[in-house]
């Protein structure tokens, strides 16, 4: 599964309204991240800025901690970066690839749910 959040220039818009947007789809991509990462997915992340002051990609893979991940650290910095960008004011996307991994196969959405 592939979601793709595009967090958008406020200039020239309505700017609370705008702002509002941006906070809310970037809340959904980290509960995204952080569900999936819970549940035992491989996730590719992409983050891809379109600042006219600075054009910024950032691309990592999250691996899920039974196959050796980077745990909560790796998690956090990703939000961290999402915060940060959003703070800024910037205009990026998101890029969240959920992939299926043996773990997250072998749990029931029960099971899966459940943790």
Known sequence: MKKIYFIK????KDPWFETLKNNYKSLDA???LLDWHREGFT????????????????ETT?????VGGQGAAHVISVINM???WLHAERHFDIVLVKRQTK?????????S???
């Open 62 to 66: 999250l691996l899920p901690p039974s």
């Open 103 to 111: 773990e997250s196969e072998e749990l029931s959405p029960l099971q």
């Open 30 to 32: 980290i509960r995204d």
């Open 9 to 12: 220039d406020v200039a020239g």
């Open 113 to 115: 749910s459940l943790n």
């Open 43 to 58: 996730i590719d992340i992409e983050l891809n800025c379109h600042s006219e002051q600075d054009e910024e990609h950032y």
């Open 82 to 84: 999402v915060v940060e």
